[in-house]
């Protein structure tokens, strides 16, 4: 597609509920990336995709928080028992990861806001 | 800790008039990236700055990249209400692994 898609674009849940957010990234970009950002706050990194692999989940906050990309295509971050602390912005990007030039631009969608009441 | 901060966080500023935004950061990436937020929007990819002394330029806004001194700067020339957004500077640390500062909004009145 021309650019990251994600949906929903707002989900309104209630605590202890399990929650799927999926992203479609940029046809042809192998890598993708999750971010979280909270009100206010710049966004941070949860976890990105080479490929099918996960190669950095570094930032999930704890094993409530999943992510999947089956094909190296569309990506799904799962987030069971939700908490109200979870409520955010979750934003993904993809990107060639081609450091030609050494640049690695991202490519952010517009986000799934999330409210967990 | 890795920490990237900017200041200031909030800039109230007339058309016309010049300011600067710092970002400070304490990791030894040399790759740094500007981003721009609309409300309620995503984030648009403003410049790349890959090096020491890096400079880039597009329109009013310029940014710079000093690597010994971890800093960068976004300088507004003559700012205009379309400018009205909040920056974020961002250093990449492995791959795409981005750590962002609080962000700056800019708020540019008539």
């Known amino acids: 597609g021309a650019g990251v898609s994600q949906t929903p674009s707002n989900k309104v849940t209630e605590k202890g509920k399990y929650v799927e957010l999926r992203c479609d990234p940029i046809?042809?970009?192998?890598?993708l990336y999750w971010y979280r950002q909270s009100l206010g706050q710049g966004p941070e990194f949860l976890i990105y995709?080479?490929?099918?692999?996960?190669?950095?989940d570094s930032g999930l906050p704890n094993d409530r928080f999943f992510a999947v990309r089956p094909e190296g295509s569309v990506s799904t971050l799962k987030i069971q028992r939700t908490e109200r602390g979870d409520s955010a912005v979750y934003l993904c990007?993809?990107?060639?990861?081609?450091?030609?030039?050494?640049?690695?631009?991202?490519?952010f969608g517009a986000g799934s806001r999330l409210t967990v009441l | 800790e890795l920490k990237v901060e900017q200041n200031p966080l909030f800039l109230s500023m007339q058309e016309g008039k010049n300011y600067t935004i710092y970002c400070n950061y304490s990791?030894?990436?040399?790759?740094l990236y500007w981003y721009r937020q609309d409300p309620g929007k995503s984030l648009e990819s403003l410049f790349v700055?890959?090096?020491?002394?890096a400079v880039k330029q597009e329109g009013r806004l310029m940014a710079s990249l000093d690597t010994k001194a971890r800093l960068s700067t976004l300088h507004i020339t003559a700012a205009v209400h379309d400018l009205s957004a909040t920056y974020f500077c961002?250093?990449?640390?492995?791959?795409?692994?981005?750590?962002f500062g609080q962000g700056t909004t800019l708020q540019v009145k008539p």
């Open positions: 990007a993809s990107s060639l990861l081609s450091l030609v030039g050494g640049a690695n631009v991202l490519t």
């Open positions: 046809s042809g970009h192998t890598a």
């Open positions: 995709f080479q490929g099918t692999g996960a190669a950095d």
């Open positions: 990791t030894t990436s040399d790759r």
């Open positions: 700055l890959l090096s020491n002394g």
């Open positions: 961002a250093v990449d640390i492995d791959t795409g692994k981005l750590i």
